[in-house]
């Protein structure tokens, strides 16, 4: 059995994956936090989050690296990790740093840190010559709006370190772009405490369809899963409306957006240890990066890879943590694809009504989760507030996307929000 040290967790489903993945392999895991209770606030009524069902929970400031360091390291010494995980963003390059201070397996924690920031992830693929947009980074508003006006408009903005779309926006002009700016200041501290970065990163506007590349990179060598499609909404901002797995591509352009992905994540060092999401575009002009995700995908893309592959990719970031040959096998499940579908606010209040088909009843329905009434509502901007989702899988080809659709569409039309 296998000891683990997980550090802090998305509240979404890869925390829920991940502790199955760790128990159902046999192994153990501790869990370190700062906030304890936004995992118990984050569990339904009358349970408890199961990371909370820890062998150890350990709270500690995770925000402040160079102080946990030796506290990990003492804990280290009493507890014996043999890896080191986490599914927050905001908290893989502490790991990565955790890791390398115990002698732990995992990417080297310049590769984790370039990958989470946007800028350098640019830079980086910018020197390598990986094709992405054309960008720019400032942080006064004269040189943004200098800079603006180089790439030429439409463009896109974005942070340089948040996550779930937060904060990306379109703009089509310079009073956007002066809108899109003052919100990102006016959130100058993320959602788990830590102070942001203040500078802008203006891209160039991306055509064409968007997809992700799920990859597994283990003792050198990067294995790709497979690639899944993107349905993006929610205008100017970018929400993920739904995915499936695996993308309705020719296979020229699957292969495409697969190499890409790799040369991607060579380029930036994550050929060990690393399950990565990398989001590419295919644009009438090629391939192009939008971003690279040194972790599992979110959104649960990953169980549509498990139901159509048999590859459960939770697993394989337990293996790749603790130094171990990651199980890739293709199996048979019955499935050629799956697909998710979210449930996005168009408008604010309070949800009065989610009434339509009896879902459960649908053929090829997988899973569904729905908000219950009286839940407060925000008109999304983000992939932060769905109202739920429900996924779908089709036995015969690609047609689960539009399975899912067929069911939405009844959702949507019982849902009343005043």
Not at 48 to 74: C, F, M, Y
Not at 223 to 250: C, I, Q, R
Not at 294 to 313: K, Q, S
Request: hydrophobic share 45%; charged share 25%.
């Amino acid at each position: 059995m296998a000891h683990l040290l997980v550090v802090e967790s998305w509240v979404g489903s890869m925390s829920r994956l991940l502790p199955r993945a760790i128990r159902e392999n046999g192994h153990a895991f501790t869990f370190l936090t700062r906030d304890l209770h936004h995992y118990l606030r984050s569990a339904p009524e009358g349970t408890s989050h199961p990371l909370l069902g820890a062998r150890h929970v350990i709270t500690a400031d995770t925000n402040d690296i160079e102080a946990l360091l030796p506290e990990v390291e003492r804990l280290h010494g009493v507890l014996g990790f043999d890896g080191v995980v986490t599914s927050c963003d905001y908290y893989l390059p502490a790991v990565a740093r955790i890791a390398e201070r115990l002698g732990l397996p995992g990417p080297g924690h310049e590769a984790v840190r370039n990958a989470c920031r946007k800028d350098t992830t640019r830079r980086v693929l910018g020197d390598a010559g990986v094709p992405g947009p054309r960008f720019a980074v400032r942080e006064e508003w004269a040189d943004i709006a200098r800079a603006a006006r180089d790439i030429g408009y439409p463009l896109v903005v974005k942070p340089v370190d948040l996550c779930a779309g937060m904060y990306v926006r379109r703009v089509d002009d310079e009073a956007q772009l002066a809108a899109a700016c003052r919100a990102l200041a006016d959130f100058p501290v993320n959602a788990r405490g830590q102070r942001r970065t203040p500078v802008v990163l203006l891209e160039e506007l991306l055509d064409g369809p968007e997809v992700s590349v799920e990859t597994v990179s283990y003792a050198g060598a990067v294995h790709v899963v497979g690639v899944t499609d993107k349905s993006v909404g929610g205008a100017p901002a970018f929400v993920e409306t739904g995915h499936m797995f695996p993308a309705d591509l020719t296979t020229a352009d699957a292969e495409a957006a697969e190499q890409t992905a790799l040369a991607a994540l060579k380029a930036l060092g994550l050929t060990d240890g690393v399950v990565a999401h990398t989001e590419i575009k295919l644009t009438s002009a090629g391939p192009r990066v939008v971003e690279v995700n040194p972790r599992p995908a979110g959104n649960r893309i990953t169980e549509l890879v498990r139901h159509v592959t048999g590859i459960d990719l939770a697993a394989a970031f337990v293996d790749v943590a603790l130094g171990r040959a990651p199980d890739l096998r293709h199996t048979d499940t019955g499935l050629r694809s799956a697909a998710i579908g979210f449930l996005v606010p168009g408008s604010s209040g309070t949800l009065e009504a989610l009434d339509g088909v009896d879902v459960g009843d649908l053929p090829g329905v997988l899973e569904v989760q729905l908000a219950e009434p009286g839940k407060a509502v925000k008109a999304a901007g983000s992939n932060n507030e769905y109202l739920g989702h429900v996924m779908a899988g089709d036995a015969d080809g690609l047609g689960a996307r539009a399975r899912v659709e067929s069911v939405l569409d009844g959702l949507r039309a019982g849902l009343v929000i005043r």
